[in-house]
């Protein structure tokens, strides 16, 4: 019966993709349409205003960077052409290249570059400490411009080139005009891909043509440098929320991609002679994030946010949401472990899991059992089941756990909010990050300067110092020596917590698509051809 009852569910998951996908237009007979189903529903067109990483996806199918990062992580041109660098390292000039357009057919030009830039600077963590040490951009010409420092700053291209969220893309300079945090609604850009925003259905597909218009470089594709070579016609990303329905649909071949399979549906894909499973990237691609806000009670004092340390026993997360131990390790760096800068200070009390020690120290700091509002997402496949264990660890602990169920897209909108908690605000939610983390300058979440931080808030001068000489140091020895002492001062701080670190694999039907780009953190769609 069992069995039977399985059958069923897979295919009635299998009908109702169908029906999903058969209800959009169809496209015309020679065209090239690529589906995948991505990891979460795109509801946001501003890739700036906030971190969440299918906005980010959007944002490099739609706009384009000055610098991309190859696949070693290294900073390369892109929609810069020449560049160099004063001997006293002051005074960057960039030149753009060639044939660089908007969608709607202007040229890019450096006003447009420097308007973005600004925007971006003033938001994005990263972007702020770059910014920190810039006393001016200045424009030569339309195609060329100046970054003129205070002093030498040796992060300039890796902060151009970062990957993860919040990313330095290049908009028209009357959108990059929109103060950064409200949201541009426009989704213009000179990227590879122009989004079709009049068949956008938040909740059930957003759809991208071929940018006709753009001018791939010559280099080779490498991971978000290189020739960003469109191939397809159309791309669609189809939301379909339930994991198996979406599995059942790449099986059937109605969906191409699937972005993010959960860990306990791969020996069903990798046992279907049409579906090949690829791991992304030469570093770990995913990043667990336990964020706390520090502007509200309980954990507006180190001392609570020091106790949530003995709440996360990261094998219990990622039992949970990757399951199998070929793809996950234990990580308690706020740096990307398997990178040159991770570390393992502090590791005794980052993972000491022990629920009655957290309750006793959060009592010994005054927890007198006041509500603890935890943002749980419903809806999303890796976010959802960490935060179910986050949830039982608290209570097991005996916190006054206050869980407010709602889908990511109205997570991301509330942690935005600075309200306390019983107006609408929040104490803590789970999220993931990427490849960023392995660099303490470029990761938004580790940033704390104050009400320019990352939602939560963090706000410690002596951190925001230690990136700041991370980010001047000369020599790999030197910045090992700096990121010790940025992890023993994050311990103290606790902008947020690690519960672990994985490898999310992506499935697509290999009867049908060729030429996936690996990349780390941020899915691309350039390079792939599709049969059809």
Same mark, same amino acid.
């Given at each position: 019966?069992?069995?039977?009852?399985?059958?069923?569910?897979?295919?009635?998951?299998?009908?109702?993709?169908?029906?999903?996908?058969?209800?959009?237009?169809?496209? *015309?007979?020679?065209?090239?349409? #690529?589906?995948?189903?991505?990891?979460?529903?795109?509801?946001?067109?501003?890739?700036?205003?906030?971190?969440?990483?299918?906005?980010?996806?959007?944002?490099?199918?739609?706009?384009?960077?000055?610098?991309?990062?190859?696949?070693?992580?290294? %900073?390369?041109?892109?929609?810069?052409?020449?560049?160099?660098?004063?001997?006293?390292?002051?005074?960057?000039?960039?030149?753009?290249?060639?044939?660089?357009?908007?969608?709607?057919?202007?040229?890019?030009?450096? /006003?447009?570059?420097?308007?973005?830039?600004?925007?971006?600077?003033?938001?994005?963590?990263?972007? &702020?400490?770059?910014?920190?040490?810039?006393?001016?951009?200045?424009?030569?010409?339309?195609?060329?411009?100046?970054?003129?420092?205070?002093?030498?700053?040796?992060?300039? #291209?890796?902060? #151009?080139?970062?990957?993860?969220?919040?990313?330095?893309?290049?908009?028209? *300079?009357?959108?990059?005009?929109?103060?950064?945090? /409200?949201?541009?609604?426009?989704?213009?850009?000179?990227?590879?891909?122009?989004?079709?925003?009049?068949?956008?259905?938040?909740?059930?597909?957003?759809?991208?043509?071929?940018?006709?218009?753009?001018?791939?470089?010559?280099?080779?594709?490498?991971?978000?440098?290189?020739?960003?070579?469109? $191939?397809?016609?159309?791309?669609?990303?189809?939301? @379909?929320?339930?994991?198996?329905?979406?599995?059942?649909?790449?099986? *059937?071949?109605? @969906?191409?991609?699937?972005?993010?399979?959960?860990?306990?549906?791969?020996?069903?894909?990798?046992?279907? %002679? /049409?579906?090949?499973?690829? &791991?992304?990237?030469?570093?770990?691609?995913?990043?667990?994030?336990?964020?706390? =806000?520090?502007?509200?009670?309980?954990?507006?004092?180190?001392?609570?946010?020091?106790?949530?340390?003995?709440?996360?026993?990261?094998?219990?997360?990622?039992?949970?949401?990757?399951?199998?131990?070929?793809?996950?390790?234990?990580?308690?760096?706020?740096?990307?472990?398997?990178? %040159?800068?991770?570390?393992? *200070? &502090?590791?005794?009390?980052?993972?000491?899991?022990?629920?009655? &020690?957290? #309750?006793?120290?959060?009592?010994?700091?005054?927890?007198?059992?006041?509500?603890?509002?935890?943002?749980?997402?419903?809806?999303?496949?890796?976010?959802? %089941?960490?935060?179910?264990?986050?949830?039982?660890?608290?209570?097991?602990?005996?916190?006054?756990?206050?869980?407010?169920?709602?889908?990511?897209?109205?997570?991301?909108?509330?942690?935005?909010?600075?309200?306390?908690?019983?107006?609408?605000?929040?104490?803590?939610?789970?999220?993931?990050?990427?490849?960023?983390?392995? =660099?303490?300058?470029?990761?938004?979440?580790?940033?704390?300067?104050?009400?320019?931080?990352?939602?939560?808030?963090?706000?410690?001068?002596?951190?925001?110092?230690?990136?700041? /000489?991370?980010?001047?140091?000369?020599?790999?020895?030197?910045?090992?020596?700096?990121?010790?002492?940025?992890?023993?001062?994050?311990?103290?701080?606790?902008?947020?917590?690690?519960?672990?670190?994985?490898?999310?694999?992506?499935?697509?039907?290999?009867?049908?698509?060729?030429?996936?780009?690996?990349?780390?953190?941020?899915?691309?769609?350039? =390079?792939?051809?599709? $049969?059809?």
């Amino acid at each position: 019966m069992k069995n039977s009852l399985t059958a069923l569910r897979a295919a009635l998951c299998a009908s109702a993709a169908a029906a999903l996908i058969a209800a959009a237009p169809a496209p *015309a007979a020679a065209e090239k349409v #690529l589906r995948a189903t991505m990891h979460a529903d795109l509801r946001v067109l501003d890739p700036i205003w906030t971190t969440q990483t299918i906005a980010a996806i959007h944002g490099m199918l739609v706009y384009d960077t000055l610098f991309g990062v190859d696949d070693n992580l290294e %900073p390369q041109p892109q929609m810069v052409g020449d560049y160099s660098v004063s001997e006293d390292g002051t005074i960057y000039s960039f030149t753009l290249r060639d044939g660089l357009m908007f969608h709607d057919g202007s040229p890019v030009t450096t /006003e447009d570059v420097i308007a973005s830039l600004e925007r971006w600077g003033a938001k994005d963590q990263s972007g &702020k400490a770059l910014f920190g040490q810039v006393d001016r951009l200045e424009k030569v010409d339309d195609k060329t411009f100046k970054m003129i420092l205070k002093a030498p700053y040796g992060m300039v #291209l890796d902060t #151009l080139g970062k990957t993860g969220s919040s990313l330095p893309l290049i908009m028209r *300079a009357e959108d990059a005009a929109t103060d950064p945090n /409200e949201q541009i609604t426009a989704a213009i850009g000179s990227g590879p891909f122009r989004m079709l925003k009049d068949e956008w259905v938040p909740g059930s597909k957003a759809v991208y043509v071929k940018n006709e218009d753009y001018v791939p470089r010559d280099e080779p594709p490498s991971g978000f440098a290189g020739r960003k070579e469109v $191939k397809i016609d159309r791309l669609e990303l189809v939301w @379909i929320p339930d994991p198996q329905t979406a599995m059942q649909a790449l099986i *059937a071949g109605e @969906i191409d991609i699937l972005e993010q399979p959960p860990i306990d549906f791969l020996p069903i894909l990798e046992g279907t %002679p /049409e579906i090949e499973v690829m &791991k992304t990237g030469t570093v770990d691609s995913h990043w667990g994030t336990l964020r706390i =806000n520090h502007l509200h009670p309980p954990f507006d004092k180190p001392e609570m946010r020091q106790a949530m340390f003995h709440l996360v026993n990261q094998e219990d997360f990622m039992r949970s949401v990757v399951g199998n131990p070929e793809y996950y390790r234990d990580c308690h760096s706020y740096i990307v472990c398997g990178t %040159p800068y991770s570390n393992d *200070a &502090k590791s005794d009390l980052i993972g000491d899991y022990d629920p009655k &020690k957290a #309750l006793e120290k959060m009592k010994a700091a005054g927890y007198k059992g006041e509500p603890i509002t935890v943002l749980a997402a419903t809806d999303h496949h890796t976010i959802t %089941p960490a935060t179910q264990v986050l949830l039982n660890a608290m209570r097991e602990a005996g916190l006054n756990v206050d869980a407010q169920s709602l889908d990511w897209g109205s997570v991301v909108a509330r942690r935005a909010k600075k309200e306390k908690p019983s107006e609408g605000g929040w104490n803590i939610f789970v999220t993931t990050s990427g490849a960023a983390s392995a =660099n303490p300058v470029i990761n938004t979440w580790l940033g704390a300067g104050c009400e320019k931080a990352n939602v939560g808030w963090p706000c410690d001068e002596e951190l925001e110092a230690l990136r700041t /000489e991370f980010a001047f140091a000369r020599t790999v020895e030197e910045r090992k020596a700096v990121a010790r002492r940025i992890q023993e001062r994050a311990a103290y701080v606790v902008p947020y917590i690690n519960w672990g670190q994985w490898t999310q694999p992506l499935a697509y039907r290999a009867d049908k698509v060729s030429g996936i780009v690996p990349v780390t953190g941020v899915t691309v769609f350039w =390079n792939i051809d599709k $049969k059809e």
